[in-house]
């Protein structure tokens, strides 16, 4: 019986491989085979990974369609020439083994990063996030042109290489390819199921797409690159930040950051792949107009962006925003009148409150029915921290209380109907 290739043992550090590569170290091991570090000794012991595919349980007989895959994936991933992706080297086959040889990324993988800045306690900020995001899109949008979907994105398959600041996509393995390895994929959908032998990408990073049927599309990459995002933004595991009962994504509660950046991550992270973005050139866009916005939405409402019952009587009286108007006949809301000073003449520069007692209750109330008796707390913390603080901010930071994006805005936009 022939000898499984998984079941040889790991090749040990000083072992010369194909007369060339010094193997120094094991880096990994996984499904496929085995990861090295290893020293070319034909460019000076220039360091670089030689990967081992050898697929679990798959005898010397059975090996010959995974070679046949191996090297139309080898010389897929040869066509790939971008800063951001290491160097495809070679690729050759010695004692029953296949071994791809690739460039070494020296560097700390964005999961270490993040560690490390929670060590100084904090994790990766918006701004951040925004920059990092704008950096890898484009490298996705290249490998998603040459018809291949990394189909296996997390903080651990994306590194910062020393003394550079942007990031590199590694870990381009066999079996990602979506253009010639399935024949039966159809002419107008960019979709393959790759079958039994291929990874399925990582728990919680994968969309359930991949990981139940193995269907992938550039925005199944998409997707976990929007949970790689919020795990950067939140420090935590994406296991903490999905319901588990409804499977809804509840990581705003984490962070903080603004409505317009949200709602991008929002649209990479749907679960159904029709309401993804689909491409990565539609992320970039939106986050571009992300950094043109001076102020974001989040902090600013304009009175004609809001429904036609904004200011009912009611709600001016509770919030004590009293109406005026122009010599147009317009309506202008300011906020009550200002002492003025007996030494100067001049308006004080201190308010009064401007929240009635009312409108803090009715505001409490809402609040509770999403977040329950904290709200009581919140608002009171608001308050403390600014008491002259206008109706429009004081509804805005407590809607920021509210986790779930749409239940927040749904709650503001009540309050001011």
Same mark, same amino acid.
């Given at each position: 019986?022939?000898?499984?290739?998984?079941?040889?043992?790991?090749?040990?550090?000083?072992?010369?491989?194909?007369?060339?590569?010094?193997?120094?170290?094991?880096?990994?091991?996984?499904?496929?085979?085995?990861?090295?570090?290893?020293?070319?000794?034909?460019?000076?012991?220039?360091?670089?990974?030689?990967?081992?595919?050898?697929?679990?349980?798959?005898?010397?007989?059975?090996?010959?369609?995974?070679?046949?895959?191996?090297?139309?994936?080898?010389?897929?991933?040869?066509?790939?020439?971008?800063?951001?992706?290491?160097?495809?080297?070679?690729?050759?086959?010695?004692?029953?083994?296949?071994?791809?040889?690739?460039?070494?990324?020296?560097?700390?993988?964005?999961? &270490?990063?993040?560690?490390?800045?929670?060590?100084?306690? &904090?994790?990766?900020?918006?701004?951040?996030?925004?920059?990092?995001?704008?950096?890898?899109?484009?490298?996705?949008?290249?490998?998603?042109?040459?018809?291949?979907?990394?189909?296996?994105?997390?903080?651990?398959?994306?590194?910062?290489?020393?003394?550079?600041?942007?990031?590199?996509?590694?870990?381009?393995?066999?079996?990602?390819?979506?253009?010639?390895?399935?024949?039966?994929?159809?002419?107008?959908?960019?979709?393959?199921?790759?079958?039994?032998?291929?990874?399925?990408?990582?728990?919680?990073?994968?969309?359930?797409?991949?990981?139940?049927?193995?269907?992938?599309? *550039?925005?199944?990459?998409?997707?976990?690159?929007?949970?790689?995002?919020?795990?950067?933004?939140?420090?935590?595991?994406?296991?903490?930040?999905?319901?588990?009962?409804?499977?809804?994504?509840?990581?705003?509660?984490?962070?903080?950051?603004?409505?317009?950046?949200?709602?991008?991550?929002?649209?990479?992270?749907?679960?159904?792949?029709?309401?993804?973005?689909?491409?990565? &050139?539609?992320?970039?866009?939106?986050?571009? &107009?992300?950094?043109?916005?001076?102020?974001?939405?989040?902090?600013?409402?304009?009175?004609?962006?809001?429904?036609?019952?904004?200011?009912?009587?009611?709600?001016?009286?509770?919030?004590?925003?009293?109406?005026?108007?122009?010599?147009?006949?317009?309506?202008?809301?300011?906020?009550?009148?200002? *002492?003025?000073?007996?030494?100067?003449?001049?308006?004080?520069?201190?308010?009064?409150?401007?929240?009635?007692?009312?409108?803090?209750?009715?505001?409490?109330?809402?609040?509770?029915?999403?977040?329950?008796?904290?709200?009581?707390?919140?608002?009171?913390?608001?308050?403390?921290?600014? *008491?002259?603080?206008?109706?429009?901010?004081?509804?805005?930071?407590?809607?920021?209380?509210?986790?779930?994006?749409?239940?927040?805005?749904?709650?503001?936009?009540?309050?001011?109907?």
């Amino acid at each position: 019986m022939s000898q499984s290739p998984m079941t040889r043992p790991e090749i040990a550090a000083g072992t010369l491989i194909d007369n060339r590569y010094i193997i120094q170290k094991l880096l990994g091991q996984g499904g496929l085979g085995r990861t090295y570090l290893a020293f070319d000794t034909r460019r000076f012991n220039e360091a670089c990974v030689l990967k081992e595919f050898a697929p679990i349980g798959t005898g010397e007989s059975g090996l010959e369609p995974y070679r046949n895959l191996f090297k139309r994936e080898a010389k897929i991933l040869h066509q790939l020439q971008h800063p951001q992706i290491p160097k495809f080297l070679a690729c050759f086959e010695g004692d029953g083994r296949l071994f791809l040889v690739q460039e070494y990324v020296d560097g700390k993988t964005y999961s &270490r990063l993040l560690g490390e800045l929670q060590g100084q306690g &904090r994790n990766f900020s918006e701004e951040e996030v925004i920059q990092w995001l704008k950096n890898l899109l484009p490298v996705l949008e290249y490998v998603h042109q040459h018809n291949i979907i990394h189909r296996d994105i997390s903080p651990d398959n994306i590194m910062l290489p020393d003394g550079n600041d942007l990031p590199v996509l590694i870990d381009f393995g066999v079996g990602k390819q979506i253009a010639d390895i399935n024949e039966r994929r159809s002419s107008n959908h960019q979709v393959t199921f790759v079958g039994k032998m291929s990874l399925v990408g990582k728990v919680g990073y994968a969309p359930r797409e991949q990981i139940s049927l193995g269907l992938c599309s *550039p925005c199944s990459d998409l997707y976990a690159l929007g949970v790689t995002a919020i795990v950067l933004l939140t420090g935590r595991d994406p296991s903490l930040l999905m319901d588990q009962y409804s499977l809804e994504w509840n990581w705003r509660c984490y962070t903080c950051i603004s409505d317009n950046f949200a709602l991008v991550l929002d649209s990479m992270l749907a679960d159904r792949p029709n309401k993804r973005y689909q491409t990565a &050139r539609e992320v970039i866009t939106d986050l571009e &107009r992300i950094g043109q916005l001076e102020v974001p939405m989040s902090q600013v409402m304009m009175v004609d962006d809001l429904p036609p019952t904004v200011f009912t009587p009611e709600f001016l009286a509770m919030s004590a925003i009293s109406p005026s108007y122009n010599q147009l006949g317009e309506t202008i809301f300011s906020s009550p009148s200002l *002492p003025a000073s007996p030494q100067t003449g001049r308006i004080q520069q201190r308010p009064q409150p401007s929240l009635q007692p009312a409108f803090i209750k009715h505001c409490q109330q809402e609040l509770a029915y999403h977040i329950g008796p904290m709200a009581n707390l919140i608002i009171e913390e608001i308050l403390a921290q600014d *008491p002259y603080i206008s109706p429009e901010q004081f509804i805005e930071l407590i809607a920021r209380e509210i986790p779930n994006f749409q239940a927040a805005f749904e709650f503001k936009k009540s309050l001011f109907s």
